[in-house]
C-alpha cells in the first residue's frame, strides 16, 4: 500500500493567520501520493509519477515551494531540491515569473488521452433545421450588466439550495411578463422554473400518470422529442386530426362523447397543443377551436398542455395571445428563453392551474432538477429592467427581414412554392409539389444546407393526408450569409 | 367570443428601419384583447379590463403611446386619449420621465393575488443542520469577472443546445484540476457534468437498474434523500455494518462468497461510499478497506460509486485522495460545487468508467437535463484561472478556525463531550452521553439552534449500534455569529 499525503493550506499551526491566508490566495492544491524513500526522493518520485502517468498535465502549474512546503510540513528546500530535480530531467520547467510548470510533452505517449476526433462527412454549411434561435444575437454585454446587478442584490441566501419551484424573484418578474405580453392569468405562486420546455413536459407526464391518465391527444405535426417524453413517461400519444385550417380540436369533443371510439380520442385526459404558431405548420389555432378545447377540458376535467414555443415573435397584426388565459384552471401554460435568448441557460417556465401546484412541485422537488440560481437572478433582473423586451423587439425586426428575404427570394425565382405559416416564429413550411420532398431535401444537402422534410415532423399514427414541404427554421445562419442561403436554397427548389 | 388584438414591433412597413429599431430599443410589449366598440373605446376598455382583473400589476409601466401606435397600426392620438381617459379614471398614472404606469392599488381587491405568508413558529435563529457551506463567503466578484472573460471567449454555438456531457471547456478544466487536486484519473471523455450529487446519483441508478442490477450496499449512516432516490429507481439499499474504524467494506467480500446471507450483500451490485469523509461520522476509509472494496469491485464487476463531497476540505496532512485513483474502471467519482462554491449554482460532476459512459450520457441525454452553460463556462474559467484553488484555500482556512473555536469550547465548557470526525469537512460530530440526544437536541432549539441528532442519519436497516451524538454543521452561521452559537451549543450540552 503506498503512503499518501495531501497538501492543504494549512500546515503550519505556527503561522500567523495573515501569512496563512496569503499563502493560501497564491497557492494551488496539489495532492501527491510520495512513496516512503526519504522526504526528498519520495517527493521527487511522487512529482515524476504523476507527471509521468499524465495526472499532472503538461502546462499545470505547480504550488510554489513555499506554499507545497508549508502543506506539507516539510522544509522548502527539499521542495526546491526536487523541484531543480525534475527541471533537470525534462519533466518541469521553470520560468522567471512563471513559476514550475510540467514541461510540455512530458508525458510519454502511451499516457497521453487519446481524444475521438470524430470525421463529419459532409458536414452541411447552414443548418436551416428549426428550433435554435440566432445565436450570434445573444445581448452577451447587456446580459454581463444584468448578472452583475443581480448578483449585488442578491441575499447570500439565495445562494442555497432554495425552492424548488424556482427563485422567487424570476417567478415574480415572469408573472408580470407574461400577463402582459402573452396574455396569461398568472401568479409568482403559480410559476415554476423548469430548464426547458422538455423539462416542463416531463414533469407535467409524470404528474398525470400518477393521476392515472393513461392517453393524451398531440397534434397531427410536432416533434419526435416530444412524444418519446410522453411515452417514456407512460403516456399513449393519440394524434388529433388536421385540417387546413390547423388542428382539429374539436374531435376530442366527438371522442369524449364516444362518438368515433376508433380515433382513440375517447379515453384522452390531456392534450398537447401549439396554440399560438402550430409547430411546424405556422397556423394559429383558430378561434371556435381554442374555445372547443377549453370547454372539453371544463367539461371532463382534462388538462391542456401549452406550448407557447415561440409566442414572443409575431410579425403580423393577427394577435394571438396565450391560450392559457381563455382556461387558468384548465391550461399548463409552458414558455421557455431558448428562442427568445438562448437554449444554453437552460431555462423555462410554467404557468400551471391552481389545482396542480402542488403535484408539479413534488414531482421537482423529487427529482431535484434544479436550474442555476445565478441565471435565475439574472433573467429576472433582465425581464423588470426592460431589457427583456428590448432584445425581443431587436431580434424580432432582425427575423422578420430574414422572413421578407425569404419570401421575396421565393416569389422571384420559385413561384411555384408557396411559403406557410409565416406570420410569427423562427421557421416557414414551403409546400412542394407532391413526391418531390425527398428529391428537395437531398438537392439542399448537396448545396450545403441541412433542412428538414415535413414527413419528418408528422405523427407516425397521423390520418393527415400526406404533403410534401420542407420546414425552413430561419433562425440559425448568420446573418451575414442569408442571402447565399437563400440562393442555394432556391436552386434546390423544383 | 372577444375579437383580439396583438402588439408587434413592426406594425408599420413603411417606416424605415433605423426608427423602427429605435422604437424597438424603446418599447416594451403589451398583449391587448380590445372589444369592438370603435377605435378609442375598443382600446380604453382593454386597457381598464387588463388593470381591473390583476393582469397588469400595479407599477407596471406601459408602452409609450409612439410604440403601442405603430404595433396597434393606429393614430398615436388614439392612444394618448385613451391613456388620459384611463388617468382620469385612476386606473393609471402620468408622470414625467417614468412615462404612463398601472396605479398603484388600481386593481379591485378581489382580483389581488393571495399570498400566502406561511407563519412559522419558533424559527431557529442559527442553523447547524450540515450540508450548506458558509454562502456569505460566494466570491461574487470573482465569479462575474471569471463570467466576463468566459463569455468574451466563448463561440457562438456554445450558447446552443449542445451537448449532454456539458462543455468541453468544463470538462477538460475538472480533468486537470481532479487529477491535480484530489489524485482522480480523468480525461475529458469520461466526465459528465450534472446538476448535483443527488443528480449524479440518479443517472447512476438508471443505469444500473437498466443493468439489471437490484440491490445496493451504502453505508450505515447517511443522507436519506439518497437512499431515497435509489429506492425510487428501483434499488434495494443494504447497510454495510460499522465499526469504531469506519464503513466494513471487507463485509461486501462475505457477502459475494455467500458466508453471510443474512446481511442481504450477497447479492448487491453496487456500493455508495464517502471514502474521503464518511458523512456524517467523519472518518476516511482506512487503506485495508479502500482496497478491498476495489478488489471486490474488480473481481464481481460490481461499481463503486464515490460520493467526494467535500474532499476540498481537510485540514491535517493525513492525506485522502480520492478511491477513484485505485480502481478507475470501478468506481464512478462525484463531486460538486455545492459545499466548495454554493448549492445554488447547481453544478456537480461525474468521472465515469470508460464502460459507463456511453449509458450515462444516454441517460443523460433522454431526460434533457441540462445545466446552464454559462456557469458551467464561468466554472471551467475560475479553474483554469487558479481562482478556484486560491477560494477554496481562503475558505479552508476561515472553516478550520470554526473547528478550532468548535473543539476549543468542548474542550473548555464541555469537557465530557467528545468532537470527532474533526480532520476535513464542515461538520463534526459531537458524541453525547448515552440516552441524552433528543434532550440536547429539544435544549439546542429552545437556545435557537436548529441541529440534528446522530439517529436521523442512521440507516433504519442499520445493525450498527446506536449512538447518541449530535451532528454539528459549522458551514452556515456567518463568522461574527460564531461565538455566540458556541455559547449557546455548549449550554445545550449535558
Not at 180 to 194: E, K, N, S, Y
Not at 337 to 365: D, I
Not at 417 to 433: D, M
Request: proline fraction near 7%.
Amino acid at each position: 500500500m503506498v503512503k499518501s499525503w495531501a497538501t492543504s493550506a494549512d500546515g503550519n499551526r505556527s503561522d500567523p493567520p495573515r501569512n496563512a491566508g496569503l499563502r493560501a490566495a497564491l497557492g494551488v492544491d496539489l495532492h501527491l501520493e510520495p512513496a516512503g524513500h526519504g522526504v526528498r526522493r519520495g517527493l521527487t518520485d511522487a512529482l515524476r509519477e504523476a507527471v509521468r502517468g499524465g495526472r499532472l498535465a503538461p502546462g499545470t502549474r505547480l504550488p510554489s515551494s513555499r506554499t507545497l512546503s508549508a502543506d506539507l510540513g516539510i522544509a522548502r528546500n527539499t521542495v526546491a531540491d526536487a523541484y531543480a530535480d525534475l527541471v533537470a530531467e525534462g519533466w518541469l520547467t521553470a520560468r522567471q515569473g512563471s513559476g514550475t510548470r510540467v514541461a510540455e510533452r512530458a508525458a510519454e505517449p502511451a499516457a497521453e488521452p487519446r481524444r475521438r476526433r470524430p470525421r463529419e462527412r459532409h458536414r452541411p454549411a447552414y443548418d436551416l433545421i428549426p428550433g435554435t434561435p440566432d445565436l450570434a444575437s445573444f445581448p452577451r454585454a447587456e446580459w454581463l450588466r444584468a448578472a452583475r446587478r443581480a448578483l449585488a442584490h442578491a441575499p447570500h441566501e439565495a445562494l442555497g439550495y432554495g425552492d424548488p419551484r424556482g427563485r422567487v424573484e424570476l417567478r415574480t418578474a415572469l408573472a408580470g411578463y407574461l400577463s402582459r405580453a402573452r396574455g396569461v392569468h398568472a401568479d409568482p405562486d403559480r410559476v415554476l422554473i423548469c430548464s426547458g420546455f422538455l423539462h416542463g413536459l416531463m414533469l407535467i407526464a409524470t404528474v398525470l400518470r400518477e393521476r392515472g391518465v393513461r392517453s393524451l391527444a398531440v397534434e397531427s405535426y410536432g416533434l419526435d422529442v416530444h412524444w418519446d417524453v410522453l411515452e417514456r413517461a407512460g403516456l399513449r400519444g393519440v394524434p388529433l386530426p388536421f385540417d387546413e385550417r390547423g388542428t382539429r380540436t374539436e374531435e376530442l369533443d366527438a371522442g369524449a362523447a364516444g362518438q368515433r371510439p376508433d380515433t382513440g380520442l375517447s379515453g384522452v385526459g390531456a392534450v398537447l397543443l401549439t396554440p399560438a404558431h402550430q409547430f411546424p405548420m405556422g397556423v394559429p389555432l383558430r378561434p371556435g377551436r381554442r374555445s372547443a378545447v377549453v370547454d372539453w377540458a371544463r367539461r371532463t376535467g382534462g388538462l391542456i398542455v401549452e406550448d407557447d414555443y415561440d409566442g414572443e415573435f409575431r410579425y403580423d397584426r393577427q394577435p394571438v395571445g396565450a391560450l392559457q388565459g381563455l382556461g387558468p384552471d384548465q391550461v399548463v401554460y409552458i414558455g421557455t428563453a431558448s428562442k427568445s435568448l438562448a437554449p444554453g441557460l437552460r431555462l423555462g417556465w410554467m404557468v400551471l392551474p391552481p389545482s396542480l401546484v402542488p403535484e408539479a412541485v413534488a414531482a421537482k422537488g423529487r427529482a431535484d432538477w434544479s436550474c442555476g440560481v445565478l441565471d435565475q437572478l439574472t433573467l429576472a433582473e433582465f425581464l423588470t429592467s426592460g431589457a427583456y423586451d428590448r432584445h425581443v423587439r431587436a431580434v424580432r425586426l432582425r427575423y422578420r427581414r430574414r422572413r421578407d428575404a425569404l419570401v421575396e427570394a421565393l416569389a422571384a425565382r420559385a413561384p411555384e412554392v408557396h411559403a406557410t405559416g409565416i406570420a410569427a416564429g423562427l421557421h416557414a413550411v414551403l409546400e412542394l409539389p407532391s413526391g418531390t420532398e425527398q428529391s428537395v431535401v437531398r438537392a439542399a444537402a448537396w448545396r450545403g444546407l441541412a433542412v428538414h422534410g415535413l414527413t419528418r415532423f408528422r405523427h407516425p399514427d397521423s390520418v393527415a393526408a400526406h404533403r410534401d414541404a420542407l420546414v425552413v427554421g430561419y433562425g440559425t445562419p448568420p446573418d451575414s450569409a442569408w442571402s447565399g442561403v437563400l440562393d442555394a436554397l432556391c436552386q434546390a427548389l423544383p
